[in-house]
């Protein structure tokens, strides 16, 4: 069946740069997307990657994607202390406009000043 | 941007009562709204897809008479947990499909935290 999955920890310095890994079973997945949980709250969609890309950038933000090897990363640069959270991987398994999403355990990223 | 709102927040209720969450989606129309649950420190548990004006498909072990849903609008879904008992105590999270969008992303709602006493 379909799995995700992630480190549960990492911690890094301010200023420093995150790099938070995730590798998913399912290769016929088309979206994959990242999602920052804080304390108490829902989930937020940081960003998502299509399947035939490789790279994207968004800000602070990078997502690799290597699809032979099925590992999805995000890159944060220039962390603070408000980037700590839980961040969650997830790919979308079924097609169209249905589909669902499977979540990784999600990796608590603490940073510290 | 997409907002989906979640009431109540926090509910705390007795073994034995019904409590039920509502999920909206704000400024965009949602034909699909899936119910989660999440433990402490765990991942999120999809419990059942919400189609508007059909019935909920359920996720296997999870008992449908015990969950309720109703999708009764394209912005509405709502989620009753009848005859709680305090092993329902969880955090219950609900996202809904943008119809509109490319990339049929989920939005999230800010979850409801509920304790059965």
């Not at chain 1, 602070?60 to 959270?85: C, E, F, P």
């Not at chain 2, 999708?71 to 509109?100: K, M, N, Q, W």
Request: net charge neutral.
């Amino acid at each position: 069946g379909e799995d995700v999955e992630q480190s549960l920890f990492l911690s890094v310095r301010e200023g420093d740069s995150s790099v938070i890994n995730c590798t998913y079973t399912d290769s016929s997945s088309t979206y994959l997307y990242w999602y920052k949980q804080e304390p108490g709250a829902g989930l937020q969609l940081l960003t998502y990657i299509f399947s035939n890309m490789d790279m994207k950038q968004d800000q602070r933000l990078t997502v690799l994607l290597n699809k032979k090897d099925k590992h999805l990363s995000l890159r944060i640069a220039d962390t603070q202390t408000g980037d700590s959270a839980i961040y969650f991987c997830a790919e979308k398994v079924g097609g169209g406009s249905q589909g669902n999403l499977i979540f990784g355990k999600g990796t608590k990223l603490s940073v510290k000043p | 941007g997409a907002v989906v709102s979640q009431h109540p927040s926090r509910v705390i209720c007795k073994s034995g009562t019904s409590v039920k969450i509502e999920c909206r989606s704000l400024d965009f129309q949602a034909t699909t709204m899936f119910w989660y649950r999440q433990f402490p420190k765990q991942s999120l548990m999809l419990m059942a897809t919400s189609n508007e004006g059909s019935k909920a498909t359920y996720e296997q072990g999870v008992e449908k008479d015990k969950f309720l849903i109703n999708h009764a609008s394209l912005t509405l879904s709502t989620l009753t947990v009848t005859s709680a008992h305090p092993e329902d105590s969880s955090f219950y999270i609900c996202s809904a499909r943008d119809r509109g969008s490319y990339y049929n992303e989920q939005f999230f709602g800010p979850g409801t935290r509920l304790t059965v006493l």
